[in-house]
């Protein structure tokens, strides 16, 4: 890490992706089965601090390190909110043992009904950010959505949203994830261009920045990379 530091000017957010019991049932939080446990019990959530303890000891006094998110995509309402919170102030604290400079990020619930649901913890705590995903997709409610109505749900839903939850009082914002991609097919590069466009004007507003999902990609639309390089997405 220090190298690409010293080489790059590089800042590193360490995302813990996986938690032990499965934080959300996905194949990408290690469940093989759907199963969700994490938050079912104590023991789990103190395994669960216990692998911040190490990872934040580890990398502190690293000059990239600039945040530690302490769980990525907690589903509700297996993830209860009064677990995430024990968690949260736990993992926070964990952090700020080794560190009093790093962020500390707390992903919001997927299928939260409240987006401010974390605001009260967040916003007790210094130096923490709210960290929420934001996709036209994984939902029945954008199947039948075409390009303008995708495009002005960015800029009404979205922003509104966004509004909410960033006040100049409260936590920093972070869109953690996003990506061009919709579920309209056939549609023109313009139309990519449009949809991307009204993203990184929403989501530039979040006041701790945004991230997309991913930097290199085999499918084109996912891959940021791709999609600076032949003009789909200018920064």
Excluded: C
């Amino acid at each position: 890490m220090a190298s690409f530091y010293r080489k790059y000017g590089i800042n590193v957010i360490i995302d813990l992706h996986a938690a032990p019991g499965s934080q959300n049932g996905y194949e990408h939080s290690s469940s093989r089965d759907g199963s969700q446990e994490w938050g079912l019990s104590d023991q789990n959530i103190q395994e669960t601090v216990n692998v911040i303890d190490f990872l934040t000891s580890r990398y502190a006094n690293n000059p990239s390190l600039y945040a530690v998110e302490l769980l990525n995509e907690p589903l509700s309402p297996g993830a209860s909110l009064d677990s995430l919170n024990k968690y949260y102030n736990a993992g926070y604290n964990v952090v700020r043992k080794y560190s009093s400079t790093a962020y500390v990020i707390m992903s919001n619930r997927l299928g939260a009904i409240d987006p401010q649901e974390l605001f009260p913890i967040a916003s007790s705590l210094e130096g923490s950010v709210i960290d929420i995903h934001y996709y036209n997709l994984f939902s029945n409610s954008f199947n039948n959505m075409s390009v303008q109505q995708n495009i002005d749900f960015i800029y009404n839903n979205r922003l509104a949203q966004l509004n909410q939850v960033t006040t100049s009082n409260g936590p920093l914002t972070f869109i953690g994830e996003w990506v061009a991609e919709w579920k309209v097919s056939g549609v023109a590069k313009k139309d990519y261009q449009r949809f991307g466009k009204a993203q990184l004007e929403v989501y530039g507003r979040a006041s701790f920045g945004w991230a997309y999902w991913t930097l290199k990609n085999v499918n084109n639309h996912w891959s940021l990379k791709w999609m600076i390089s032949n003009g789909y997405i200018k920064l």
